[in-house]
């Protein structure tokens, strides 16, 4: 049973457009989300996170938008460019409701940014 | 400051043998958290802890697999009698407090 789902495993974008990657959960006590970016052989790394306090959060290129009503979060990369293909993974978690606050990860998915 | 130590990179078993990976977390880091990821998938969760403490063990299969983040030295995840389904990248996550965790490169654990 996923409680955080990434529905498309793969997104091909052209270089210079924005690219948007979804993830939706279904624990309504998720209260902070975040987006990781994996190459191959590395371990993830930290984009950008949100708390449910909040509906938007910028920086730089990448952009988190979250919808609570519909349970859904965005990624949004504009430009993409040709180094952010990689895979991206939605994660959640319950912090500020007091509970162990580990990450709850989504399958990824693999975004390719072509030239 | 160093990021999340994992060693050993690569690590290969037979089948029956004892697996032990380590993580040192990043300096000042007091919350670890181990994960797998299964080929085509995604990270699931296994277990998190603190020094000397596990919080949640909810995602740790209910046998042969231990974990624990002793006061001095990393946190060491084990896996006793491997089998060919333990073959996995394994990744140790540490955080400051509760919030943004960031990865180690993994352990690529090969079960022969």
Same mark, same amino acid.
């Given at each position: 049973?996923?409680?955080?789902?990434?529905?498309?495993?793969?997104?091909?974008?052209?270089?210079?457009?924005?690219?948007?990657?979804?993830?939706?959960?279904?624990?309504?006590?998720?209260?902070?989300?975040?987006?990781?970016?994996?190459?191959?052989?590395?371990?993830?790394?930290?984009?950008?996170?949100?708390?449910?306090?909040?509906?938007?959060?910028?920086?730089?290129?990448?952009?988190?938008?979250?919808?609570?009503?519909?349970?859904?979060?965005?990624?949004?990369?504009?430009?993409?460019?040709?180094?952010?293909?990689?895979?991206?993974?939605?994660?959640?978690?319950?912090?500020?409701?007091?509970?162990?606050?580990?990450?709850?990860?989504?399958?990824?998915?693999?975004?390719?940014?072509?030239? | 400051?160093?990021?999340?130590?994992?060693?050993?990179?690569?690590?290969?078993?037979?089948?029956?043998?004892?697996?032990?990976?380590?993580?040192?977390?990043?300096? &000042?880091?007091?919350?670890?958290?181990?994960?797998?990821?299964? /080929?085509? $998938? @995604?990270?699931?969760?296994?277990?998190?802890? !603190?020094?000397?403490?596990?919080?949640?063990?909810? &995602?740790?299969?209910?046998?042969?697999?231990?974990?624990?983040? /002793?006061? $001095? @030295?990393?946190?060491?995840?084990?896996?006793? !009698?491997?089998?060919?389904?333990?073959?996995?990248?394994?990744?140790?996550?540490?955080?400051?407090?509760?919030?943004?965790?960031?990865? @180690?490169?993994?352990?690529?654990?090969?079960?022969?």
């Amino acid at each position: 049973d996923q409680q955080v789902k990434q529905n498309s495993p793969s997104l091909s974008v052209q270089e210079g457009r924005i690219s948007i990657l979804n993830c939706d959960y279904t624990n309504s006590m998720f209260d902070y989300f975040l987006w990781y970016k994996k190459y191959p052989a590395e371990g993830p790394t930290f984009l950008i996170s949100i708390s449910s306090i909040k509906d938007k959060n910028e920086d730089g290129r990448f952009t988190v938008f979250l919808n609570k009503s519909a349970k859904h979060l965005s990624l949004h990369i504009v430009p993409s460019q040709p180094g952010d293909s990689a895979v991206y993974f939605c994660a959640a978690s319950t912090i500020y409701g007091g509970s162990q606050g580990n990450l709850i990860f989504g399958k990824g998915t693999k975004l390719s940014v072509k030239p | 400051n160093a990021g999340v130590m994992q060693n050993p990179r690569h690590l290969v078993r037979r089948r029956g043998q004892e697996a032990r990976l380590r993580c040192s977390p990043m300096k &000042g880091h007091s919350h670890v958290y181990w994960y797998r990821q299964l /080929p085509e $998938e @995604g990270l699931k969760f296994m277990v998190y802890l !603190q020094k000397e403490n596990i919080i949640d063990e909810s &995602g740790m299969p209910k046998e042969r697999f231990s974990a624990e983040f /002793p006061k $001095e @030295g990393p946190s060491i995840l084990r896996i006793q !009698q491997v089998v060919r389904g333990d073959s996995a990248a394994y990744f140790c996550a540490s955080s400051l407090a509760i919030g943004e965790a960031f990865f @180690g490169q993994g352990t690529r654990l090969t079960v022969v």
